[in-house]
């Protein structure tokens, strides 16, 4: 069974702390997403991988870098979280673009 | 840019069906995925036209026309569990990613 898992599903952070999460895959899928949900707004891109030390950016990368080192991990790092990046996180990964495999998601509050 | 439009909500009765619209501004479409999501979970594929026409699977069917830059999702036989938020997606764009819808959310009643 395809699993893609993320490091917390509720973490809690003040403003100006460095904050990683952390998505792992088990199905060898070389593409990796990382978006923000937030209520009325769908799923927005945060930035993307399709390789090993690859990274493209999504629609909204300010105030988030990733890190792909090896192909089953992709970490989110907020540099230094602000309020206004509380929200929900999710990975997903996939070998087909159109279908994608997500993650069940990090409930970030930012104090 | 790409851009995808649902209406943010539609109501419907247990046993009928419902429509889902998305039309769709982008450039370099690709085709029309759509995903479901229930409330605290993991949006999950349902399905992906690549052409023009219906495809079918189970009480789920969906749809697209490219000439009409629409597509949408049908359920059939609705369930209570059918209660989500559903999401059209274009992998288009030029680059490796989807981009989503702001999504629908459907409310069974009984």
């Known amino acids: 069974d395809v699993k893609v898992t993320q490091s917390s599903r509720y973490l809690v952070k003040r403003t100006g702390e460095k904050v990683f999460l952390e998505c792992v895959q088990d199905?060898?899928?070389?593409?990796m997403f990382w978006y923000r949900q937030d209520p009325g707004l769908g799923l927005r891109l945060i930035y993307f991988?399709?390789?090993?030390?690859?990274?493209e950016k999504g629609d909204i990368p300010e105030g988030y870098s990733v890190s792909r080192e090896k192909k089953e991990r992709f970490s989110l790092i907020l540099e230094s979280a602000s309020t206004n990046q509380t929200s929900m996180y999710l990975c997903?990964?996939?070998?087909?673009?159109?279908?994608?495999?997500f993650g069940p998601g990090t409930r970030l509050t930012v104090l | 840019g790409q851009s995808l439009e649902q209406p943010s909500e539609v109501t419907a009765v247990e046993g009928a069906i419902v429509q889902i619209n998305c039309t769709y501004q982008?450039?370099?479409?690709?085709?029309l995925s759509w995903y479901q999501q229930h409330d605290g979970g993991a949006p999950t594929f349902l399905s992906y036209n690549a052409l023009d026409g219906l495809e079918e699977t189970g009480r789920f069917s969906s749809f697209l026309s490219r000439s009409d830059s629409y597509g949408y999702l049908l359920l059939q036989e609705l369930q209570m569990k059918d209660s989500a938020s559903y999401f059209c997606a274009d992998p288009g764009g030029g680059r490796r990613a989807l981009t989503f819808g702001s999504g629908t959310r459907l409310q069974v009643q009984p």
């Open positions: 991988s399709y390789d090993v030390k690859m990274k």
């Open positions: 982008t450039s370099g479409f690709y085709g």
């Open positions: 199905m060898d899928h070389e593409n």
């Open positions: 997903a990964s996939s070998l087909k673009i159109n279908e994608q495999f």
